[in-house]
């Protein structure tokens, strides 16, 4: 008897305990949803039970979000989670100072010692260290690599068995272009050269894809992250992912390892920095590779030799997977497009470069900035099919939310979900789910369209509702690249080799396929991957032989 009370009076403490730490969290979903929001809250519990993991959880959330309304407040433990799908909500997220460390669940990330992952002050001097490694004049001079890896990329294409109108695997273009990628990587932030466009017998570049996806499991599945229970619940992913992660922590240490010494010896002999170096080109350039310039961090004592290995680790996985996902998702948009798309392109491009067309042609900063129908056509690809859908941010302070009384606890976590934003007819008009660049066009007029006849002429007419519809448009509705304070610090880098790229591929192929974007199921796997990838043909035709035809 006296043991039953006992008992009664502990589980009666426990409650009270729970409800008191939980007491935030259910005051932010009463705020936020009112009744419902507490009422609804063992559905969201069961939604979310039955949907934990990556191959499915980006489609179910596109399919379910409608019948919540949101900003949406899940509790979970003693903590709540926020979905947050609308610009004004992201406007107010990326710019608090509250919310810029990342949650517990991105702990699951391998290669997570680098900036993208740095929490409090730790981030704050390592961005302002990293920053001046990306600025515009630095990230200009990549050109000449972006050129010279694109030009042997074009080769590797055409020397495809498979070309001249069969349908290649997306997936065996995706292996082509991503190895390009990876091997511009290692040359601007390493200042490495390899071989990779050509071959990958270490198998380097399917090493950082695995690992990613991985991640991607730990992050929904954190209980993962604690290695214990990962070797027990998953052995062979376990196994597999120490293999990846050995091999590369290997690949990036022993390039970083090598240039350090030669950076030491370089320096030892000319005396420091400065002064008689510069007069060399190949060591001007060297000196605005990524690793140099923390190597003289290093230098002054700010950094070790672990952190830079740490940092370049992480630069080259984040900058590998979403460059080359981002234009293989360009591509995508651009075979499937039916329309007027890929014609325009061409014509663009042909009046910038001199004729006879030649993927070779150096492509600039000054032609670049005169492709404004390129630049519409990507934005929409990063719009439609947004290369890092979701983005997790940790909450360090109470804080509350921008035109709303909604307090946000401490420890909260907050999903930013860009993909659906992006997708969503509130914020792009009817036609939210179709490719379009023209929208990008249409967005800047009339300002600045006189300066593009050709455009301007060949644009078809808008409804007057849709174009309404985009002069309304929020600055937050458009976040690729995230916003505010944590945004991509390889913004400029990522949108000049997507580009340089994509005018290479445009020169020398012309692209088709059958599938269509709407058959695309998502998968969210840090970056955007689809389920049905392997359903996806795309017939590349150098242009070329197609000119003989006519
Ligand atoms: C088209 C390509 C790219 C896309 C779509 C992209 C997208 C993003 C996004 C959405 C974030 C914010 C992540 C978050 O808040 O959780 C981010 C952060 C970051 N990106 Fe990129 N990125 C691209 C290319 C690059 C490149 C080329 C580099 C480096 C060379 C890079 C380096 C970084 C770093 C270091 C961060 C973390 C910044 C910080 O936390 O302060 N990204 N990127
Ligand atoms: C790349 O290939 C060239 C010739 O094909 C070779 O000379 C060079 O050593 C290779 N470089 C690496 C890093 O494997
Ligand atoms: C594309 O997006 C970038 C970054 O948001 C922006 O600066 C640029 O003006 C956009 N281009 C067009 C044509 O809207
Ligand atoms: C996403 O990652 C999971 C987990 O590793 C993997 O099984 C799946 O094949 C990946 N999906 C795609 C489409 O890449």
Same mark, same amino acid.
């Given at each position: 008897?006296?043991?039953?009370?006992?008992?009664?009076?502990?589980?009666?403490?426990?409650?009270?305990?729970?409800?008191?730490?939980?007491?935030?969290?259910?005051?932010?979903?009463?705020?936020?949803?009112?009744?419902?929001?507490?009422?609804?809250?063992?559905?969201? @519990?069961? #939604?979310?039970?039955?949907? &934990?993991? $990556?191959?499915?959880?980006?489609?179910? !959330? =596109?399919?379910?979000?409608?019948? %919540?309304?949101?900003?949406?407040?899940?509790?979970?433990?003693?903590?709540?989670?926020?979905?947050?799908?609308?610009?004004?909500?992201?406007?107010?997220?990326?710019?608090?100072?509250?919310?810029?460390?990342?949650?517990?669940?991105?702990?699951?990330?391998?290669?997570?010692?680098?900036?993208?992952?740095?929490?409090?002050?730790? @981030?704050? #001097?390592?961005?302002?260290? &990293?920053? $001046?490694?990306?600025?515009?004049?630095? !990230? =200009?001079?990549?050109?000449?690599? %972006?050129?010279?890896?694109?030009?042997?990329?074009?080769?590797?294409?055409?020397?495809?068995?498979?070309?001249?109108?069969?349908?290649?695997?997306?997936?065996?273009?995706?292996?082509?272009?991503?190895?390009?990628?990876?091997?511009?990587?290692?040359?601007?932030?390493?200042?490495?050269?390899?071989?990779?466009?050509?071959?990958?017998?270490?198998?380097?570049?399917?090493?950082?894809?695995?690992?990613?996806?991985?991640?991607?499991?730990?992050?929904?599945?954190?209980?993962?992250?604690?290695?214990?229970?990962?070797?027990?619940?998953?052995?062979?992913?376990?196994?597999?992912?120490?293999?990846?992660?050995?091999?590369?922590?290997?690949?990036?240490?022993?390039?970083?390892?090598?240039?350090?010494?030669?950076?030491?010896?370089?320096?030892?002999?000319?005396?420091?920095?400065?002064?008689?170096?510069?007069?060399?080109?190949?060591?001007?350039?060297?000196?605005?590779?990524?690793?140099?310039?923390?190597?003289?961090?290093?230098?002054?004592?700010?950094?070790?030799?672990?952190?830079?290995?740490?940092?370049?680790?992480?630069?080259?996985?984040?900058?590998?997977?979403?460059?080359?996902?981002?234009?293989?998702?360009?591509?995508?948009?651009?075979?499937?497009?039916?329309?007027?798309?890929?014609?325009?392109?061409?014509?663009?491009?042909?009046?910038?470069?001199?004729?006879?067309?030649?993927?070779?042609?150096?492509?600039?900063?000054?032609?670049?900035?005169?492709?404004?129908?390129?630049?519409?056509?990507?934005?929409?690809?990063?719009?439609?099919?947004?290369?890092?859908?979701?983005?997790?941010?940790?909450?360090?302070?109470?804080?509350?939310?921008?035109?709303?009384?909604?307090?946000?606890?401490?420890?909260?976590?907050?999903?930013?979900?860009?993909?659906?934003?992006?997708?969503?007819?509130?914020?792009?008009?009817?036609?939210?789910?179709?490719?379009?660049?023209?929208?990008?066009?249409?967005?800047?007029?009339?300002?600045?369209?006189?300066?593009?006849?050709?455009?301007?002429?060949?644009?078809?007419?808008?409804?007057?509702?849709?174009?309404?519809?985009?002069?309304?448009?929020?600055?937050?509705?458009?976040?690729?690249?995230?916003?505010?304070?944590?945004?991509?610090?390889?913004?400029?880098?990522?949108?000049?080799?997507?580009?340089?790229?994509?005018?290479?591929?445009?020169?020398?192929?012309?692209?088709?396929?059958?599938?269509?974007?709407?058959?695309?199921?998502?998968?969210?796997?840090?970056?955007?991957?689809?389920?049905?990838?392997?359903?996806?043909?795309?017939?590349?035709?150098?242009?070329?032989?197609?000119?003989?035809?006519?």
């Amino acid at each position: 008897m006296h043991l039953y009370v006992a008992m009664w009076i502990c589980g009666t403490l426990l409650a009270l305990l729970l409800g008191w730490q939980q007491r935030k969290c259910w005051r932010l979903i009463w705020q936020l949803n009112g009744w419902r929001g507490v009422a609804q809250q063992p559905i969201l @519990w069961f #939604l979310l039970c039955i949907n &934990l993991h $990556p191959n499915s959880i980006l489609d179910r !959330v =596109t399919q379910l979000r409608v019948y %919540f309304k949101r900003p949406l407040a899940i509790l979970i433990g003693t903590r709540v989670l926020v979905y947050i799908d609308d610009p004004a909500g992201m406007e107010c997220i990326l710019n608090a100072p509250e919310c810029l460390d990342k949650t517990f669940m991105q702990e699951g990330f391998f290669a997570r010692r680098g900036l993208l992952h740095a929490r409090g002050q730790k @981030w704050k #001097l390592r961005r302002k260290q &990293l920053n $001046p490694a990306f600025s515009h004049n630095i !990230v =200009t001079s990549f050109f000449d690599v %972006f050129n010279a890896v694109g030009n042997q990329m074009i080769e590797q294409f055409s020397q495809q068995p498979d070309l001249n109108g069969n349908a290649v695997k997306f997936t065996d273009a995706e292996d082509m272009l991503s190895r390009a990628v990876l091997e511009v990587s290692c040359l601007t932030i390493m200042g490495t050269p390899t071989n990779f466009t050509q071959t990958d017998d270490a198998h380097i570049a399917t090493s950082y894809k695995r690992l990613l996806e991985i991640s991607a499991i730990r992050v929904v599945k954190p209980w993962l992250q604690i290695d214990m229970l990962h070797r027990l619940l998953a052995p062979q992913l376990y196994a597999e992912a120490e293999k990846c992660n050995e091999l590369l922590v290997d690949f990036v240490a022993n390039i970083v390892q090598t240039k350090h010494r030669n950076w030491q010896l370089r320096n030892a002999n000319g005396n420091g920095e400065g002064n008689g170096m510069e007069t060399s080109s190949s060591s001007h350039w060297q000196r605005r590779i990524f690793i140099e310039q923390i190597f003289q961090l290093a230098a002054n004592g700010e950094l070790t030799l672990q952190e830079i290995e740490d940092e370049a680790q992480s630069m080259v996985l984040v900058s590998f997977e979403t460059v080359s996902n981002s234009i293989m998702t360009a591509l995508l948009c651009l075979a499937t497009n039916k329309g007027e798309c890929q014609r325009r392109l061409r014509k663009e491009i042909g009046r910038v470069f001199p004729q006879p067309a030649n993927p070779e042609a150096y492509v600039g900063l000054e032609q670049l900035q005169q492709l404004r129908y390129l630049d519409a056509f990507v934005n929409e690809s990063l719009r439609l099919l947004a290369t890092v859908p979701m983005n997790l941010r940790h909450v360090s302070r109470d804080f509350q939310l921008a035109g709303r009384k909604a307090i946000v606890p401490r420890n909260s976590i907050i999903v930013l979900d860009t993909f659906n934003m992006q997708r969503d007819e509130d914020w792009w008009g009817e036609n939210a789910k179709e490719f379009d660049p023209q929208r990008f066009l249409d967005h800047e007029q009339p300002d600045d369209s006189t300066a593009d006849n050709d455009v301007r002429t060949e644009m078809p007419l808008k409804t007057k509702s849709n174009q309404q519809q985009q002069k309304r448009r929020h600055s937050y509705s458009f976040l690729p690249f995230s916003k505010g304070l944590r945004s991509c610090i390889g913004r400029r880098y990522g949108f000049f080799i997507m580009k340089v790229f994509l005018v290479k591929l445009i020169t020398a192929f012309e692209f088709d396929s059958d599938f269509q974007l709407e058959q695309l199921q998502f998968v969210e796997n840090i970056s955007l991957k689809f389920n049905n990838v392997n359903d996806i043909f795309i017939q590349i035709q150098p242009i070329q032989n197609k000119k003989t035809n006519l």
